[in-house]
């Protein structure tokens, strides 16, 4: 079926091709249309990458990271649109400082929420992503995205809410997008293991803090789309002040990885429609009729 839309909403520019990247370029390649929305314009990131670390890049981030997205998105085959918002940036230290004045994560619930609904009215996504109640990690504008996408899933299809915003459009169903699992990391181990060679990441896998549970007993949905691992990790390149390109997003080769983990994964959360539970597709229990 084609002709279908998907809004994957996320938090920072670099957030659209580290969560969920393979899935997108895959239906937009397969003729479905993709819009990524993107809250806050990153201007709080850290130069991560040592070589962009350069005179000029930092006195001029905000515009390099909509370069950088631009890019991205490109890359991936998606629309894009900011939302508008500031960057809360990751406080650290403890006791941890306070948000500073006007970012998004302060902002007032109604107002970003308004903003959205008004974009999801405006290009009608039968299928919504974002992340779960934890924000996938515990950066503020991550838990305040999950908010924001769950209120703008609701209030979109209520034509009493935000009647300014547009007709009202129900979307039909609502995932959070699982990345970090577990699993995936001891399988790449296995095979590690298996040919002899020492595992990359067997550091990072050593710090997992198990107590925070098994993610993929959430998971309701895997996406097969190993063939657009290569344009997840160009994508991911361009946001080139955020990834380092030596770094652990690389470690594993695209082959090993496109052998034993070769999907993306999701948690339906929300929907409208019937659909039989694990599926494959997120567009799964959509019928023609639902295409508008």
Same mark, same amino acid.
């Given at each position: ?8 909403? @996320?938090? @920072? ?6 969560? &969920? ?19 806050? &314009? ?25 370069? #950088? ?10 629309? *894009? ?7 809360? &940036? =990751?406080?650290?230290?403890?006791? $941890? ?35 779960? #109640? ?17 209120? /703008? ?8 809410? !935000?009647?300014? /915003? &547009? ?5 039909q169903k609502l995932y ?10 001891? =399988? ?8 002899? #060679?020492?595992f990359p990441m067997a ?27 290569? $344009? ?7 946001? /080139?002040?955020?990834? +380092?390109?030596?770094?652990?997003? !690389? ?18 959360? $929300?929907?409208?429609? *019937? ?5 494959? +597709?997120? !567009? ?9």
């Amino acid at each position: 079926m084609s002709g279908l839309r998907l809004m994957a909403v @996320h938090a @920072h520019p670099d957030d659209e091709s580290s969560k &969920g990247a393979a899935t997108t370029a895959r239906y937009a390649a397969e003729g479905h249309e993709v819009l990524v929305v993107t809250l806050t &314009g990153g201007e709080a990131g850290d130069i991560l990458n040592p070589a962009m670390d350069i005179p000029g890049i930092r006195e001029r981030m905000p515009e390099v990271r909509r370069e #950088e997205m631009a890019e991205a998105a490109r890359i991936l085959g998606v629309q *894009h649109r900011w939302l508008g918002f500031v960057d809360s &940036g =990751l406080p650290e230290g403890d006791p $941890k400082p306070p948000l500073p004045e006007g970012c998004f994560a302060l902002v007032p619930l109604e107002e970003p929420t308004r903003k959205l609904v008004e974009v999801i009215r405006e290009f009608r996504p039968h299928v919504m992503t974002t992340y779960d #109640e934890n924000g996938g990690y515990p950066h503020p504008d991550h838990i305040r995205c999950h908010e924001v996408s769950v209120a /703008a899933y609701e209030a979109a299809g209520d034509p009493d809410r !935000f009647p300014e /915003a &547009g007709p009202a459009w129900k979307v039909q169903k609502l995932y959070y997008s699982h990345g970090f699992i577990r699993k995936r990391l001891e =399988l790449f181990r296995e095979e590690y293991e298996r040919r002899g #060679e020492p595992f990359p990441m067997a550091e990072w896998l050593k710090r997992w803090r198990t107590e925070q549970g098994d993610i993929m007993a959430r998971v309701t949905t895997q996406i097969t789309c190993s063939d657009y691992f290569p $344009k997840r990790d160009d994508a991911l390149r361009a946001h /080139a002040t955020q990834i +380092d390109p030596n770094g652990s997003f !690389f470690a594993v080769p695209l082959d090993i990885q496109q052998k034993v983990w070769p999907t993306e994964e999701f948690e339906l959360a $929300k929907t409208r429609v *019937h659909t039989a539970i694990p599926e494959t +597709d997120l !567009f799964a229990g959509l019928e023609d009729g639902q295409v508008r």
